[in-house]
């Protein structure tokens, strides 16, 4: 310690100039103005974890689209007022009377939801294991499912603004399987000519395939395409294209346009899958109070909020965040809404003492909805770093730069690869690419955001500026001279 203050002041000081000295600002923003994409808007910020200002920015204020860097905030809030290990349940109750001797269940079974967004085919095929046993053989009555706990709105604002049948627009409710998706498995066939071979996975029962897809002996090939198509029953697969003899297996996953039909169709096929006899229908209903004031029969819990995390960061899956989203949005109101899902991320900005007010009206950045600055964005990742309870598990769901999730095939011959923890963002039909997260320097670790909206080039350009960005903003850094060693007499 150094106990002399006049050279302490001096000493001060002297950490103070050398901690900028080296540091060039206008080179970053001489390769921001070089390569930006033609007609794009940029916001870059950047600043050490355990600071308060930044020690690069350009344009750092602007309230620009952040597609899916928005997941960041719903973790974070999520975290913030659920903690690490956080689940939800599904309950099972019987009306009626339940004889344990022969399985037998007379009178009615619910099934009420509250939000599991961890239900997986495999999940759901274990929840009716479960209940078989337990000892339940037939079901002499209806299965009613409960779905009441988010409200009936199962798409938010951002949308429906791209009209493909693509999973990234699954629809979102309380009672929900297979993240609201259909999966179709398609093979060729062993002989040329012939239709390709197409499966459900798991088998949902009434969902149509119409397969036009045939099976070519040629390497050429015409592109597989399969839409989806919601009727009042049920969806339908509509399959084109060609696949080679000798090429292998797709797996191609489409939404799904009812959360609770595609939930209790499933749960029909995997009952039947467990020897579970149903002689009743199986329709949307109401759980009577009095019902549910009794003990359930069975509780099904979901996966710790930490799985959803994973999902939603690794993955960027806008359906585990619009089902946080409406969580955080029912624990703050008591209704699970879109509305209340940004009543809950504006009260969280508040309380953590966030600067301004974003606007963030669904979870997950889909669409033209949300608006959010790189400063902003920082100063949640700094948020985020100083939370003891929850940031490892927060830092460990960010993808790896070149090794997992939405960065695995980027970074590779970058310094930065295996050094950059990040949540991407991208929104083509709106030529939007952010990126956002943590990387280290030394000793220093630096939270960053970097946003091009409104490029007209492919994304590809946009992924190689943020990568030239990041690299620029480290070599300055490392320009920086160390500050000496003070001497053991003054410490």
Same mark, same amino acid.
């Given at each position: ?36 994409? #033609? ?15 930044? @020690?690069? %920015? ?65 999940? $759901?095929? $274990? ?14 009555? @209806?299965?009613? *499912? ?15 603004? @791209? ?23 398609? =093979? ?11 499966? $459900? ?15 070519? %002996? ?125 009543? #809950? ?38 948020? #985020? ?43 083509? *039909? ?43 903003? %480290? ?11 003070? %001497?053991?007499?003054? =410490?």
């Amino acid at each position: 310690m150094i106990k002399n203050p006049t050279k302490l002041f001096i000493y001060t000081v002297f950490l103070a100039v050398v901690s900028h000295a080296g540091i060039n600002p206008s080179r970053i923003s001489s390769l921001i103005t070089a390569e930006r994409p #033609a007609g794009s808007t940029i916001s870059v910020a950047f600043g050490k974890v355990d600071a308060d200002s930044l @020690d690069y %920015s350009f344009s750092p204020d602007l309230a620009l689209n952040p597609a899916s860097v928005t997941k960041l905030a719903t973790a974070a809030a999520a975290l913030t007022t659920f903690g690490t290990t956080f689940t939800c349940s599904t309950r099972v109750f019987i009306e009626g009377i339940w004889k344990s001797d022969s399985s037998l269940v007379l009178g009615k079974v619910y099934i009420v939801g509250s939000g599991d967004p961890t239900f997986t085919a495999e999940r $759901l095929w $274990l929840f009716c294991r479960q209940l078989r046993l337990r000892g339940i053989k037939t079901i002499v009555g @209806d299965v009613v *499912f409960d779905d009441r706990f988010f409200d009936g709105t199962i798409c938010g604002p951002g949308f429906g603004e @791209d009209q493909s049948s693509r999973a990234y627009e699954a629809p979102i409710g309380s009672l929900s399987s297979s993240f609201n998706t259909l999966s179709v498995v398609v =093979r060729p066939s062993i002989a040329p000519g012939a239709r390709l071979i197409a499966e $459900l996975f798991p088998p949902v029962p009434g969902v149509i395939i119409v397969n036009r897809g045939t099976t070519t %002996s040629s390497s050429s090939t015409t592109p597989l395409s399969i839409l989806s198509g919601s009727g009042a029953l049920s969806d339908t697969l509509i399959i084109d294209g060609t696949m080679a003899l000798k090429d292998s297996p797709r797996f191609i996953f489409r939404r799904a346009s009812a959360p609770t039909r595609n939930f209790m169709a499933t749960f029909k096929a995997f009952c039947a899958e467990n020897a579970i006899t149903i002689s009743g229908g199986l329709r949307s209903g109401t759980i009577p109070d009095s019902i549910a004031a009794k003990k359930p029969f069975y509780i099904f819990e979901s996966e710790p909020i930490t799985t959803t995390i994973s999902a939603m960061f690794k993955y960027s899956s806008n359906f585990a965040a619009e089902m946080l989203f409406k969580q955080l949005g029912h624990a703050a109101t008591g209704v699970g809404s879109f509305e209340s899902g940004a009543v #809950a991320l504006s009260r969280f900005w508040k309380s953590a003492h966030l600067p301004g007010m974003p606007r963030l009206t669904n979870g997950s950045g889909m669409g033209d909805a949300n608006r959010i600055s790189t400063n902003q964005v920082v100063s949640l990742l700094r948020y #985020a770093y100083a939370q003891q309870a929850w940031f490892p598990e927060y830092q460990s769901a960010l993808s790896n730069a070149g090794i997992d999730g939405t960065v695995k095939s980027r970074f590779k011959n970058s310094p930065l690869f295996g050094n950059l923890r990040a949540k991407t963002g991208t929104l083509n *039909f709106y030529g939007i690419s952010t990126l956002a997260g943590y990387f280290h320097v030394g000793r220093s670790v630096y939270a960053f955001a970097i946003f091009v909206n409104g490029s007209k080039a492919i994304y590809t350009k946009s992924w190689t500026l943020q990568e030239r960005i990041l690299e620029a903003f %480290s070599n300055e850094v490392q320009l920086v001279p160390k500050a000496p060693e003070a %001497s053991q007499s003054n =410490r």
